[in-house]
């Protein structure tokens, strides 16, 4: 986590209504959680946010807001931080920007921002020439007009 704090996208409703599917949340290492916390926990290769309901120890018991279960208990080591923020159903977007589809859409998006920003530099520049040649016509003719 750059800077101390992640980005990561919910991916079930074990938190609801507290966190929904596809919320983004804000991640912060941190030295020591408390019941209540809610935290993100390695367990093999997946992340799981759910709320700390009791300690034990070194040991944390969490639980989903939605689950009637609590989870087995989680080292802390295993602890990546505490949920600090979150925002509502922004995850379907940044999860379709996953895809090759969305990838395909974001380089388009580029591709067409930068063109329009080079066609209006060059039109600016068009426009600038065109009004220096029309100061060089009407002073070739003053100087014509003096001969």
Request: hydrophobic share 45%.
């Amino acid at each position: 986590m750059p800077f101390g704090i992640g980005v990561a996208v919910v991916l079930s409703g074990s938190m609801e209504p507290t966190l929904g599917i596809n919320d983004v949340i804000f991640v912060r290492e941190t030295d020591s959680y408390e019941v209540g916390d809610i935290v993100v926990y390695q367990s093999g290769q997946t992340l799981i946010v759910h709320r700390i309901i009791a300690k034990d120890g070194e040991n944390l018991i969490t639980r989903g807001d939605a689950n009637n279960t609590a989870d087995a208990p989680v080292e802390r080591y295993a602890v990546k931080g505490e949920v600090i923020a979150h925002i509502p159903a922004v995850g379907m977007a940044v999860n379709a920007l996953k895809t090759p589809a969305g990838i395909l859409i974001v380089l388009i998006a580029a591709f067409a921002l930068t063109e329009l920003s080079f066609r209006k530099e060059k039109d600016k520049d068009e426009r600038e020439l065109e009004a220096i040649k029309a100061e060089i016509r009407r002073l070739k003719e003053k100087q014509e007009e003096k001969e």
